[in-house]
């Protein structure tokens, strides 16, 4: 492995993928940032935090005309916030690449960074119904209520990702590396990356 590789993890939810990125990060003692990237983006761009969490992952009609904006007079202000905070967020994906190796889950990580040599991407995925029961268990919802919200923030997962990169949500072309963790579990996933990252 590249002592400088960059790990972005895409992840469906409910697969445990962020468990996956904060293991493997400990694993290789590289920093791990998913709400950390919320934080580093609010501190740069004095944007409020509630404004970020609460705009992430839904993206508005009109990126394309918001970035044509951006070349206007009227610059970034005429943007809808949601653009404005997924520009923020890549514009700080960017940086923390920058510093040194880490792993970055989501926010379209593997997009921001497609032009950069040192980037590795994993998709970690699981059948539904595995995802519906870790949800069961994680948040105590009842199975009617857990399949809605399995079914609502993936489809709202794979909107905002297809919106922002222009690229279809799980298309494997998108990922060096694919993994069902519900047939190895979080610990066989971070081996099975981590054995592809020896053999770079």
């Given at each position: 492995m590249n002592s400088n590789t960059v790990i972005t993890i895409s992840r469906e939810f409910g697969s445990g993928g962020h468990l996956v990125g904060e293991k493997l990060a400990?694993?290789?003692?590289?920093?791990?940032?998913?709400?950390?990237?919320?934080?580093?983006?609010?501190?740069?761009?004095?944007?409020g935090q509630e404004l970020f969490e609460n705009m992430e992952e839904k993206p508005t009609t009109s990126f394309l005309y918001s970035l044509s904006m951006m070349s206007s007079t009227a610059g970034t202000y005429s943007m809808p916030l949601n653009d404005k905070v997924f520009l923020v967020q890549s514009d700080t994906i960017r940086k923390v690449a920058e510093k040194g190796p880490c792993v970055i889950v989501g926010r379209c990580a593997d997009y921001v960074l497609e032009n950069r040599s040192n980037v590795v991407n994993v998709f970690i995925h699981s059948p539904f119904e595995k995802r519906v029961e870790r949800i069961m268990q994680e948040r105590?919802?009842?199975r009617e209520k857990a399949e809605s919200t399995v079914s609502k923030s993936s489809k709202k997962r794979a909107t905002y990702y297809n919106y922002y990169t222009g690229k279809k949500w799980g298309d494997v072309n998108n990922y060096h590396l694919a993994i069902d963790d519900s047939e190895v579990g979080i610990d066989g996933a971070v081996k099975l990356i981590l054995e592809y990252l020896n053999h770079l």
């Open positions: 400990k694993e290789l003692g590289i920093p791990f940032y998913d709400n950390e990237l919320i934080l580093l983006a609010v501190n740069e761009s004095g944007l105590n919802l009842p």
